[in-house]
């Protein structure tokens, strides 16, 4: 690797091409190789998926805000791992389906996900735990602002009380776990 005085700059080469390859194993690019030139091209899912980024300004850049990491981020993914099974959107599910769901599975996360001994549970870590046992057990795709409105203010199932405690960085946060 070729250092650059200026350390605080880097050459985009040893950064950009583990990314693409992290696209590659996603489906989302097809990378060929000719001797010492490499074409890098969009798969028909790597479309669908640049087709729901959002734009910039209404000017044909597409780039990612917190606003779709918050609202679309697993919608856009389970475009990609969507084996054509019918997925529901969490808001689409009863209240009463979503509470059963998410007792089930906060009780497995707790019993599953390295907690320290303490009644908490990572945030970020949680989030991923659910987001993938409902799509992969129910066929339900659940976001960040789903998952942040159902547990502010508390979820309670026949035995505890488990509520988000936010924090400025994702994962500080954490799930309190209180025993009734």
Do not use: C
């Not at 590659?24 to 890098?40: A, C, H």
């Not at 981020?73 to 059963?100: A, G, P, Y």
């Not at 547990?151 to 505890?160: H, Q, V």
């Amino acid at each position: 690797m070729k250092v650059i005085s200026d350390t605080r700059r880097f050459r985009l080469d040893y950064v950009l091409v583990p990314r693409l390859e992290w696209l590659q194993d996603f489906g989302l690019v097809e990378i060929n190789k000719d001797s010492s030139s490499t074409f890098y091209k969009l798969t028909v899912v790597g479309k669908k998926f640049y087709k729901q980024l959002p734009e910039v300004l209404n000017t044909k850049i597409k780039d990612i805000n917190s606003k779709w990491l918050k609202f679309k981020v697993m919608r856009t993914i389970s475009l990609i791992i969507n084996n054509k099974k019918k997925l529901t959107l969490w808001d689409e599910s009863s209240k009463r389906e979503r509470h059963s769901h998410l007792s089930i599975l906060l009780n497995e996360a707790f019993n599953n996900i390295n907690t320290d001994n303490a009644f908490r549970l990572s945030q970020f870590e949680s989030f991923i735990f659910l987001v993938i046992n409902l799509l992969d057990k129910y066929d339900i795709i659940m976001e960040l602002s789903n998952f942040e409105n159902e547990l502010l203010t508390g979820f309670e199932d026949n035995k505890k009380i488990f509520t988000l405690i936010t924090a400025a960085r994702k994962n500080e946060g954490y799930i309190s776990i209180r025993i009734k």
